[in-house]
């Protein structure tokens, strides 16, 4: 596998961006940064509760859009390796897997480490965990 054009200073900002906005949400909102708590709460809306949850999930679909507007990548730089059916399955298997693990990765790694909760962390150390086993059956085993 090659890393192809990574680097470091983006990345670096982007995780900085997004450990200060977990950090803001939970100390002004009181909430914490787990995306799919902050979707999955959307329906039934809760009266009050549902603005900052729409404005959270806004920015993260407008920081997106954002980048892609001055990044000046376009839709033909982006390529998908699988399927439709896979990208559907594995979209059905996160949100199962989030239900089973009452967060994602977001709301265990960035927000649970960091309030060193350990809950958080097996949680965030078995994510790690079952990527690790599937990239290796799917490159080695299955040779994809």
Do not use: K
């Not at 993260?60 to 990548?73: E, K």
């Not at 150390?125 to 994809?144: E, K, N, P």
């Amino acid at each position: 596998m090659t890393i192809v054009n990574f680097q470091p200073w983006p990345a670096l900002l982007g995780g900085v961006l997004i450990g200060l906005s977990a950090a803001l949400l939970l100390l002004l909102n009181g909430r914490l940064a787990g995306v799919s708590s902050v979707m999955g709460r959307l329906l039934p809306p809760t009266p009050g509760d549902a603005a900052w949850r729409l404005w959270f999930l806004g920015g993260l679909v407008g920081g997106g859009v954002l980048w892609r507007l001055f990044s000046g990548q376009t839709a033909a730089d982006l390529v998908f390796e699988a399927g439709v059916p896979l990208l559907l399955v594995g979209g059905l298997l996160t949100g199962f897997g989030t239900r089973l693990a009452n967060g994602c990765t977001s709301g265990h790694g960035v927000c649970g480490i960091g309030r060193l909760s350990p809950r958080s962390i097996v949680a965030t150390l078995t994510f790690m965990a079952t990527a690790a086993i599937t990239v290796y059956v799917s490159r080695h085993v299955w040779g994809a």
